[in-house]
């Protein structure tokens, strides 16, 4: 299974702004990745995270960076690209990559990447978090998000927030 020797990551989302963007294809599964990301955001204690919805994957990385560029401590995006018998799997899977990855690495906002990319339908069900499926990639997402902001507050690149 892909989640052998995923971290288990103690994170805290307090006083972190976190917008969250979801694509709309395939719709059961994109609404289980959102539920995923949304429950481990409330579970780390983040105060509710602004919900963008947009058209697929392929816009992704121009809504994390309207919503990087808007102030926000962290996006997470969530999409799903399933393999057809066309190319159009790959440039729309390495669009959605190497966009996410620029959008975090120029604003220095952390972008959690769960973007699934799969053979198959059911590949993508068993990743979503929906009640039977083997993985939670819209939790993992979430939580790998808040991570990132933990470590680079502890290594002095973020202020940490005053409590209140």
Do not use: N
Not at 24 to 47: F, I, N, Q
Not at 116 to 142: H, I, N, V, Y
Not at 151 to 159: M, V
């Amino acid at each position: 299974m892909s989640g052998h020797g995923a971290p288990a990551l103690a994170v805290d989302g307090s006083g972190v702004r976190v917008a969250v963007v979801a694509g709309l294809w395939h719709t059961e599964v994109v609404e289980g990745l959102l539920a995923g990301a949304l429950r481990a955001l409330d579970a780390a204690g983040a105060p509710e995270p602004t919900v963008v919805r947009v058209p697929g994957t392929f816009e992704l990385p121009v809504a994390a960076a309207r919503l990087a560029a808007a102030g926000y401590d962290a996006v997470v995006a969530l999409g799903v690209v399933v393999r057809g018998g066309t190319p159009h799997f790959e440039y729309v899977c390495s669009a959605a990559t190497t966009g996410l990855t620029e959008v975090a690495v120029r604003t220095g906002v952390p972008v959690g990447f769960g973007v699934l990319t799969c053979d198959t339908d059911a590949q993508a069900l068993d990743r979503a978090g929906l009640p039977g499926s083997k993985e939670d990639k819209g939790a993992e997402a979430a939580e790998a998000v808040l991570g990132t902001i933990a470590a680079l507050r502890a290594a002095g690149a973020l202020p940490t927030p005053v409590p209140a």
